[in-house]
């Protein structure tokens, strides 16, 4: 059963760069696509974006020129940066995964909390 | 961009009544929609995926229906640990995007 586990600063000052990693356990980073998505305190959920295993991404039109994501096969890990942070990118950040499904997030990590804040 | 909008934003019901929450697309996602259960400090939980197919160890009381852009999630005799938010959303092939609705809290009556 794959598994994913956010790790990463819980604090970013604005104007930085804001980078988590994910790492996949349980199975091999080898397959599927692996996503971002977060959650701003009280409100819903937005897709940042993917990453293939082979590399290719697709990312939200809304944060596409912040946004970075990035994986490492041999540490089975993928990593999120979004650059020139500002207090409205502080929320929950969630790795997530389509597994065994076509077009829906079957697997999630518990979610890490990042503020944004001088 | 394909709009998601579910309603009502608060759904009120008593344990072991049906519940019925509603999501609709701003233009057709076929039946690429899914739903997930979100409770206070959890990751969201996959319900259904394809519209219609439960997501593994999903109970039966849970069921998706709709196509096109209407869609419903039904909840055929509320427990006490479904009482959450729940959320739609959909995928669209090209360009690939994935977006969310803006959420339906069901509360105890």
């Known amino acids: 059963q794959v598994q994913l586990q956010e790790s990463g600063p819980g604090l970013v000052k604005p104007s930085e760069t804001l980078s988590l990693t994910c790492t996949v356990s349980?199975?091999?980073?080898?397959?599927?696509?692996w996503s971002w998505i977060r959650q701003p305190p009280g409100k819903g959920l937005e897709w940042i974006g993917y990453?293939?295993?082979?590399?290719?991404?697709n990312y939200n039109p809304s944060l596409k020129s912040r946004v970075t994501i990035s994986i490492d096969t041999s540490k089975n890990q993928f990593s999120l940066n979004l650059s020139s942070v500002t207090a409205p990118d502080t929320a929950v950040y969630y790795c997530?995964?389509?597994?065994?499904?076509?077009?829906?997030?079957?697997?999630w990590g518990q979610g890490t909390m990042v503020t944004v804040s001088s | 961009e394909i709009v998601m909008t579910q309603s009502p934003a608060t759904l009120s019901v008593s344990p072991g009544e049906r519940a019925t929450l509603s999501c609709r697309a701003s233009?057709?996602?076929?039946?690429?929609l899914a739903w997930y259960q979100q409770k206070p400090g959890q990751a969201p939980r996959l319900l259904i995926y394809?519209?219609?197919t439960r997501a593994t160890g999903i109970p039966a009381r849970f069921s998706g229906s709709g196509s096109g852009t209407e869609f419903t999630l039904t909840i055929s005799s509320l427990h006490s640990e479904d009482f959450a938010v729940y959320y739609c959303?959909?995928?669209?092939?090209?360009?690939?995007?994935?977006?969310f609705g803006q959420g339906t809290k069901l509360e105890i009556k």
């Open positions: 997530a995964a389509i597994v065994s499904t076509d077009d829906a997030f079957d697997i």
């Open positions: 349980g199975g091999s980073i080898s397959s599927y696509y």
């Open positions: 990453i293939y295993y082979s590399g290719s991404t």
């Open positions: 233009q057709s996602v076929s039946s690429n």
């Open positions: 394809g519209a219609s």
């Open positions: 959303q959909q995928f669209n092939n090209w360009p690939p995007r994935y977006t």
